[in-house]
């Protein structure tokens, strides 16, 4: 079984930074791509940014120069530090990650955490 838990949500004023963490346990083979999505109240669930297991990223348009991933591929970790925060950055922020499991190493499959909520006040 695969459990992926995300940390370090809070309440932070426009200006302020956060640090999101992810860690994936269980039964893990190898994982591909980590990501960040959000769901703003009323949206649609976006993606946030990417990482591949070869460190390569992508941002949305609207987080360029302001979040960064990165990931510790010992600790099964991805990260988002989130600095300039502004208003709509609010929303519940959830990490997904591609993983093959030890039970079928050869398939991938696509795994959530329950997210953590960032609220920024202006």
């Known amino acids: 079984q695969v459990q992926l838990v995300e940390s370090g949500g809070g309440s932070v004023q426009a200006g302020g930074s956060l640090r999101l963490s992810c860690s994936a346990s269980g039964n893990i083979a190898s994982i591909n791509t980590m990501a960040w999505y959000r769901q703003a109240p009323g949206k649609q669930r976006d993606v946030v940014a990417t990482?591949?297991?070869?460190?390569?990223?992508y941002y949305a348009d609207s987080v360029k120069g302001r979040f960064t991933i990165s990931r510790d591929n010992n600790k099964n970790t991805v990260y988002l530090q989130m600095n300039n925060l502004k208003a709509e950055d609010t929303a519940v922020y959830s990490c997904n990650a591609k993983l093959a499991t030890t039970i079928l190493p050869s398939v991938t499959l696509t795994y959530w955490g329950r997210g953590t909520q960032v609220t920024v006040s202006s």
């Open positions: 990482i591949t297991s070869g460190g390569g990223t």
